[in-house]
Each structure stands twice: as structure tokens, then as C-alpha cells.
């Protein structure tokens, strides 16, 4: 088994959103966007997915360098989110035999944040 673990300040996401336009579209898939933009607090819930792709690809091993690709990793569903791997990402879970991926998010007046647990295959 595989944890991975991130929190993020909900202002931070917030003031990218407003500074760079294309925050959404670089990071978050068309669904997670329509999700999020119909929500009363877009922010908090685009830093809850944020920090929730950052403990998939913490939990897989795979990191969140410049090789991440953020759109590879899709959070959907409420109340218990489930997450659907595409591209490299799922390449490179595929390659290291990661198991089913369990992801919990939460957050509060400041603060996203989410972990993932990988399982072992077998």
C-alpha cells in the first residue's frame, strides 16, 4: 500500500484562478471545471481537486514534477470521489502494477486537502 498526502491554502487557488486565466484549463479537466464553476465556492473546490491529483501522483510514485500532466488525473462524485487515470499517468500506474486507488478530500475555511491510498496489486 501507497499514501499519498497534500493540503493547499483554498487563497492561493483562488488568486491563481483570477490571475491566470488558463489555471483552469491547464489543470483541471472540462468535467471538473463545469463541477466546480457550479459550485457557490469555486475555489475551495478546485483547491480540493488540486490537492487531490498532487496525493494521486504522490501515492502512485509518479510526483508532480514538470512530467505531470494535471488533466491525466480526473476526480468526479460527491460525496466520495472517485478518480480516472488517462495518459501518462495511467502508463506510468500501469507500470509500477498500482492497484485500486482510494482518494478522500476535504476542507475547511482555508485549507483543501486530500490523500490517496494506492493498493498493491495481488
Known amino acids: 500500500m501507497k499514501v499519498g498526502l497534500d493540503l493547499i491554502e483554498i487563497e492561493r487557488v483562488r488568486e491563481a484562478l483570477e490571475r491566470y486565466p488558463r489555471f483552469r484549463e491547464r489543470c483541471f479537466t472540462e468535467a471538473e471545471r463545469a463541477y466546480c464553476d457550479s459550485r457557490a465556492n469555486p475555489a475551495q473546490h478546485y ?23 494535471w488533466k491525466d488525473v480526473e476526480i468526479a462524485g460527491r460525496p466520495k470521489p472517485s478518480v480516472t487515470l488517462s495518459g501518462k499517468v495511467e502508463a506510468w500506474s500501469q507500470r509500477v502494477g498500482a492497484g485500486e486507488l482510494d482518494l478522500s478530500m476535504t476542507h475547511s475555511r482555508g485549507i483543501a486537502a486530500a490523500v490517496c491510498v494506492v493498493a498493491d496489486v495481488g
Not at 48 to 62: I, M, P, Q, S
Open 47 to 69: 483547491a480540493a481537486r488540486f490537492a487531490g491529483k498532487e496525493a494521486v501522483g504522490k501515492a502512485l510514485g509518479f510526483g508532480v514534477a514538470r512530467s505531470f500532466a
